[in-house]
């Protein structure tokens, strides 16, 4: 099985608001992902969780939080967004550290008020 | 960091036909590509990846091709079907690196 779930599907916020994103994985991955994809653009890596420790943050503003429960959880909490943070957000998981296979869930579509 | 060249942007072929998506990468120690399909709407979907000690690989209609000398692979789609119409990404990775550097994309359309 190579699904990543991820909840919700469609999320609106405004700008004050606080809210989470989540992904879900079964497939006894140790690395997970969260990329934003703005359209017609590729992937943008934000972070990296290898063994659930943060391994890469790619300089993400601090309004994005990521946390990594245990290893099959990943979670994005967002605060105080702009407008232009709305995208596809995207949850990935692999194998192991790189380079390995990347699946992606379905991502969650983010429009900021 | 390595940088993806993905050529064309669009490429539009007759069904049937074949479709050939070039990517060129900068940093000789990468030695792995994956190629992904992104139909509209959907989550990037791994189709095919290569690693460096293999020169090709094919999975029944779509193959990818390494060159390592000139730092290029390529995703060949034979027999196009107007489901193959999508953005495919090709991108690489170094060992012992997380990051998948993408290219830019290239729409593909498949005209019935």
């Known amino acids: 099985d190579t699904e990543v779930t991820q909840t919700p599907k469609h999320l609106v916020m405004g700008m004050t608001n606080k809210k989470s994103l989540k992904c879900e994985q079964h497939m006894g991955h140790r690395a997970m992902y969260w990329y934003k994809q703005k359209a017609k653009k590729p992937p943008e890596l934000m972070f990296v969780?290898?063994?659930?420790?943060?391994?890469i943050n790619e300089s993400v503003p601090s309004r994005f939080s990521p946390e990594c429960p245990n290893s099959s959880l990943l979670n994005l909490h967002l605060h105080a967004l702009q407008p232009e943070d709305s995208a596809l957000y995207l949850c990935?998981?692999?194998?192991?550290?790189?380079?390995?296979?990347?699946?992606f869930g379905p991502g969650t579509r983010l429009t900021v008020t | 960091g390595e940088n993806v060249e993905q050529h064309p942007s669009t490429l539009s072929v007759q069904e049937g036909d074949s479709a050939v998506i070039k990517c060129t990468y900068s940093?000789?120690?990468?030695?792995?590509f994956p190629w992904y399909k992104q139909e509209l709407g959907k989550r990037p979907q791994l189709i095919i990846d290569?690693?460096?000690?293999?020169g090709e690989k094919k999975d029944q209609r779509i193959a990818v091709t390494l060159n390592k000398t000139a730092k290029h692979f390529s995703l060949h789609i034979t027999e196009t079907q107007p489901e193959d119409s999508a953005v495919y990404f090709c991108a690489a990775s170094t060992r012992g690196n997380n990051r998948l550097a993408f290219g830019k994309g290239n729409q593909v359309v498949v005209i019935p």
């Open positions: 290569i690693r460096s000690n293999v």
């Open positions: 990935a998981s692999s194998q192991d550290s790189g380079p390995w296979e990347q699946y």
């Open positions: 940093d000789s120690a990468s030695n792995y």
């Open positions: 969780y290898s063994y659930e420790k943060l391994s």
